[in-house]
Nanobody, 131 residues
Framework: QVQLVESGGGSVQAGGSLRLSCAASGYGSYGYIFSSRCMGWFRQAPGKEREGVVVIDSDGATSYADSVNGRFTISKDHAKNSLYLQMNSLKPEDTAMYYC????????????????????WGQGTQVTVSS
């Protein structure tokens, strides 16, 4: 059973930084979680739909939402089974619940920002940015 646990959220002022972490455990039905899946960070603000922030494929290729490109950086550490999101120059509009997610097996280059393609989700960590 795959489990994803996020941490690192909090409250910061605009312009500040936060680093989110996602600890992955379990192998699931498709083997080691990082070996053949898309991993991603998503967020959902009150009254809005869940949206993709950034995704990374099994080869390490990334795709960022335009709204965070240049400010956020995703990384993964296979040895620690962990996914990270470094968020810099935070803006009030970045305020949301942030979720880590893993897809069903997908070949490299086929990761999207569509939440429906992601099978496993963490419980979320709240990020609040004040102006």
């Amino acid at each position: 059973q795959v489990q994803l646990v996020e941490s690192g959220g909090g409250s910061v002022q605009a312009g500040g930084s936060l680093r989110l972490s996602c600890a992955a455990s379990g192998y699931g039905s498709y083997g080691y979680i990082f070996s053949s899946r898309c991993m991603g960070w998503f967020r959902q603000a009150p009254g809005k739909e869940r949206e993709g922030v950034v995704v990374i494929d099994s080869d390490g290729a990334t795709s960022y939402a335009d709204s965070v490109n240049g400010r956020f950086t995703i990384s993964k550490d296979h040895a620690k089974n962990s996914l990270y999101l470094q968020m810099n120059s935070l803006k009030p509009e970045d305020t949301a619940m942030y979720y880590c997610a893993a897809s069903r097996p997908r070949p490299p280059g086929y990761c999207t920002h569509n939440p429906e393609e992601y099978l496993n989700w963490g419980q979320g960590t709240q990020v609040t940015v004040s102006s």
